[in-house]
């Protein structure tokens, strides 16, 4: 955090009436009871959105800039080492202790009182995070060892390199959930979503010089000599500066709100007994989940070391990652947006101890969310293949095969990982770090047990595809223990009841909306491109008649099941025509 020239604070911007803006605390308890969330969900999906077809324009160049196997292994693992590590070292930590600090700090302590203490709190988690930057780009080698040791050994010292390149978006990723954490608890919730946009927007950029100056790469791409100074600077330098500037965007709403960012380093009484053990657990919950994220990366590894010795496809990390692209979109277009809308204001009911009031927005989080995540689920399995082609049409025929059977695997479990996320929410806003903790562990336990199965007794082409099958069930069980874990803390025991019924509507209709897809791609269509192996266009085609046929359907099965949102909305739409009526 830098100092600001004049320690003088800014005016407050005034609102749409001219009035000024009141001071940080009162915003957060005025935000808590008057912000239209749904509003503000709308807002952080569609930067969602924008952001995640920009990361799918970015995927298809990176396919077509190194392939999908070998070197696009080798830059995979590097690139998704700062994600992985941060979340590890920060990224539950900051989740779990930034918001409920912030929102309680805030109101606790009106004006400028609460602004410097929030500042004290930012300047050091700053410098922790630079720290611990630091130190990961130190250890590199290591790193790179554990998490993909068993690459070729000419791969592995390019992921070594790679990686010295990429690790530094670790203190970015944290400034920019430190930035994000403050807007989202001053009730700011668009600039967190959107400020992706520009980290896709440089990457494009970048792999755009890179293909108009290296050409494109051969879908089995091994050959690492090509590989000098400027191509490595060109393609993981464009990623990290992609990230530090969706970083640094986030400062210009900061001001905007009134919010003086500067440099504090009075750190006492801030309250670190209480948020130590909070953060203890915190860690915990994070190491168990990177544990997974460490055995899928090293048995991906493992099978590309074997398939480049054999000279041999085998699913390995790129794949996984590939699937991970499209498999992510429903949690973070509309259950972190959702959650996250809903987040300041359950911190806020908890630190009151208003259960009743965190168990309606835990209900109604979840109902919300659930609502359009299972049928995405839907469409990411009827459509999996066409996805494939669609999102990376450079993979041929086997890998696209591959591709689409990670994602069937691991979109099984969305409508569970709807309810987990918003479970993480919930006892992050009761500083209940602990229950997250024994939530997360079914995540490397069954992944751990499948991998080490999957090494000993199958062919390395089932190593991947063996493996993934511990997330979905991991996301159930966790999904279970972590309401359990919620009862305990006075949650209506009602809440789950309701939320089955909600989920067996919402399932079936999706069910029901996709066999005619289903039914269709299974017909033989001579000559129509419906193979496997078929082109961007094709793909891109299919996937429009999946959505064609499954969102109406949809709509029409829920309402007829009797879902309570979309009832309501039918009835306002048909309210509407009545109300102008009346109005001539």
């Not at 979340?87 to 989740?95: D, H, R, W």
């Not at 979109?329 to 208003?354: N, R």
Request: proline share 5%; charged share 10%; net charge positive.
């Amino acid at each position: 955090m830098s100092d600001t020239k004049d320690s003088k604070p800014q005016m407050a911007p005034r609102d749409q009436e001219g009035e000024a803006a009141t001071d940080p605390g009162t915003q957060v308890a005025a935000g808590v009871e008057s912000t239209n969330r749904g509003k503000s969900s709308v807002i952080m999906a569609a930067g969602t959105l924008v952001s995640r077809i920009l990361g799918f324009v970015r995927q298809w160049l990176l396919v077509a800039a190194i392939g999908g196997y070998g070197i696009a292994d080798a830059f995979n693992t590097a690139n998704t080492l700062p994600n992985t590590l941060y979340n590890l070292l920060a990224g539950g930590i900051l989740n779990a202790i930034l918001v409920p600090t912030i929102v309680r700090t805030l109101s606790q302590n009106k004006g400028h009182e609460g602004t410097d203490r929030v500042n004290a709190l930012l300047t050091l988690t700053a410098i922790i995070l630079l720290g611990l930057t630091v130190l990961t780009v130190a250890l590199a080698w290591p790193i790179v060892l554990l998490f993909g040791g068993g690459m070729h050994p000419q791969l592995f010292s390019l992921t070594v390199i790679f990686a010295l390149w990429c690790l530094p978006q670790i203190f970015f990723y944290g400034v920019y959930a430190l930035l994000g954490q403050v807007l989202n608890s001053l009730s700011s919730f668009g600039p967190y979503m959107w400020a992706p946009v520009v980290n896709n927007l440089v990457g494009i950029a970048g792999l755009g010089v890179f293909l108009f100056l290296y050409g494109t790469a051969p879908a089995h791409n091994f050959d690492v000599s090509a590989w000098d100074t400027s191509r490595i600077v060109l393609l993981a330098g464009s990623m990290t500066l992609g990230i530090a500037l969706q970083a640094l965007i986030l400062v210009f709403p900061l001001q905007h709100l009134g919010f003086q960012l500067r440099a504090n380093f009075h750190w006492r009484g801030l309250g670190f007994r209480r948020t130590g053990r909070v953060a203890a657990w915190a860690f915990a919950g994070l190491l168990a989940n990177s544990v997974m994220t460490l055995i899928v990366t090293r048995i991906g590894s493992e099978a590309n070391g074997v398939g480049q010795a054999a000279n041999q496809f085998y699913p390995a990390t790129s794949i996984y990652g590939y699937a991970t692209m499209l498999y992510i979109l429903p949690q973070s277009l509309v259950t972190i947006s959702v959650s996250t809308a809903f987040f300041t204001a359950m911190a806020f009911h908890a630190t009151q101890g208003d259960f009743a009031a965190l168990s309606a927005d835990y209900l109604q989080a979840v109902r919300l969310s659930s609502l359009f995540t299972i049928p995405l689920a839907g469409m990411l399995i009827v459509g999996a293949l066409p996805l494939a082609n669609f999102t990376a049409s450079a993979l041929p025929p086997d890998q696209a095969r591959a591709m689409a059977v990670v994602l069937v695997t691991i979109s099984l479990g969305i409508p569970a990982q709807t309810i987990f996320v918003t479970n993480t929410r919930v006892l992050y806003s009761l500083e209940d770090t602990r229950a997250q903790f024994l939530s997360t562990l079914p995540f490397p336990l069954l992944t751990g047990c499948l991998a080490v199965f999957a090494y000993l007794a199958l062919s390395p082409e089932w190593w991947l595809e063996v493996t993934v099958i511990g997330e979905p069930l991991a996301q159930f069980l966790a999904a279970w223990w972590g309401f359990r874990m919620l009862r305990r803390h006075g949650l209506d025991s009602k809440v789950l009841h309701q939320i089955a019924e909600h989920y067996w509507r919402c399932v079936a209709a999706t069910v029901l909306a996709g066999l005619p897809a289903t039914v269709l791609f299974a017909l033989p269509v001579p000559g129509a491109g419906w193979s496997i192996g078929a082109t961007f266009t094709s793909g891109l085609g299919r996937c429009l008649v999946v959505g064609l046929i499954m969102v109406p359907l949809y709509i029409l099965f829920t309402w007829i099941f009797g879902v309570h949102e979309v009832r309501r909305v039918a009835a306002t739409k048909s309210r509407e025509p009545r109300a102008k009526r009346r109005r001539r």
